[in-house]
């Protein structure tokens, strides 16, 4: 069974930095990629990104380029978020989720949130 | 990339059936039929219902079906219950590994 289990959740000060992460089971670690998903307070998702735990390789929503960073432990089978100075705004449920068997294809899988909040 | 855009609200009665909408363009919907549904209750991470346009999952029920014409992914569910009250959300492959959601839609059963 695929299982994607995600850290507790966060509460940090304006500019502290951050990082959480989603330890997955079940499947080939490598074979697909995983991606972070945002959804603030009473709204929707949104893609922030994703990696190719096999190489790495990150991609960004044009939105959140910058502004986090997205890594993982193939080691581990571990994906991470992180960000270097938080924001009030970046207060959020943070989902992880993984890439359909198809290439391509969007999330089958998802994690069960990781809720971040920051305040001062 | 724009959020693909579906109606707000969607309601039924028990039994009836209803359609969600999801407008996209020739970037995204149009161009791939690599469109998912997630049925997400309160509190709770997203779950398929559909994935591939028109695929469902283990588990789910067969009452949820996917179509596509043209930019546009609908999710008709049919012999609505009390259960499927919930917020909807498409998201399609918008290329170079990069996705887009939909607006989402909040359906609530009469």
């Known amino acids: 069974e695929v299982q994607l289990v995600q850290s507790g959740a966060e509460v940090k000060k304006p500019g502290e930095s951050l990082k959480i992460s989603c330890k997955a089971s079940?499947?080939?670690?490598?074979?697909?990629?995983i991606g972070w998903v945002r959804q603030m307070p009473g709204k929707g998702l949104e893609w922030m990104g994703i990696?190719?735990?096999?190489?790495?390789?990150?991609r960004y929503s044009p939105s959140f380029q910058g502004q986090v960073t997205i890594s993982g432990d193939k080691s581990i089978n571990t994906a991470y978020l992180q960000w270097s100075s938080l924001k009030a705004s970046d207060t959020a449920m943070y989902y992880c989720a993984r890439g359909g068997t198809v290439r391509g294809a969007p999330p089958d899988s998802w994690g069960q949130g990781t809720q971040v909040t920051v305040s001062s | 990339q724009s959020a693909l855009t579906q109606p707000a609200s969607v309601s039924g009665s028990p039994g009836q059936s209803i359609t969600i909408s999801c407008t996209g363009s020739s970037s995204d919907v149009g161009d791939y039929n690599l469109v998912s549904w997630y049925q997400q209750h309160p509190g709770k991470a997203p779950k398929v219902v559909i994935y591939e346009g028109n695929k469902g999952p283990s588990g789910v029920s067969n009452r949820f079906s996917g179509s596509k014409s043209g930019n546009t992914a609908s999710l008709t569910i049919s012999g609505l219950q009390a259960e499927d009250e919930g917020d909807y959300y498409c998201c399609s492959y918008a290329g170079y590994s990069s996705y887009v959601f939909g607006t989402g839609t909040k359906v609530t059963v009469l």
């Open positions: 990696i190719y735990p096999g190489d790495s390789d990150t």
């Open positions: 079940g499947y080939s670690f490598t074979s697909y990629w």
